[in-house]
């Protein structure tokens, strides 16, 4: 069993930065495709990033250029630099491990976006 904790969301302008941590306890992370997702009022959650075993991350065309996942297995932990917010990255950011067919979530963290 893997316990995920995600931390860091708040409130903030636009053109503000925020960084996520998403910290892992149970298992070590380092075999498992780590990602953010993010749910907004009213629509699904949808996947923003994500950062596979080997280290190769990929993300959704809104975020790209904007938005960085990293990993530090060493602490277990999975982060999420974000700059230049936009109103429309407001909602709950989640933090997902899976590797085969376990899929494991965090609890959520609210990231809002206005002036």
């Known amino acids: 069993q893997v316990q995920l904790v995600e931390s860091g969301g708040g409130l903030v302008q636009p053109g503000g930065s925020l960084r996520l941590s998403c910290a892992a306890s149970?298992?070590?992370?380092?075999?498992?495709?780590m990602g953010w997702y993010r749910q907004a009022p009213g629509k699904q959650r949808e996947l923003v990033a994500e950062i596979s075993g080997g280290m190769m991350p990929s993300y959704v065309d809104s975020v790209k250029g904007r938005f960085t996942i990293s990993r530090d297995n060493a602490k277990n932990i999975v982060s999420l630099q974000m700059n230049n917010l936009k109103p429309e990255d407001t909602g709950v950011y989640y933090c997902?491990?899976?590797?085969?067919?376990?899929?494991?979530w965090g609890q959520g963290t609210q990231v809002t976006v206005s002036s």
């Open positions: 997902q491990g899976k590797l085969g067919p376990s899929v494991y």
């Open positions: 149970g298992k070590r992370l380092d075999p498992y495709t």
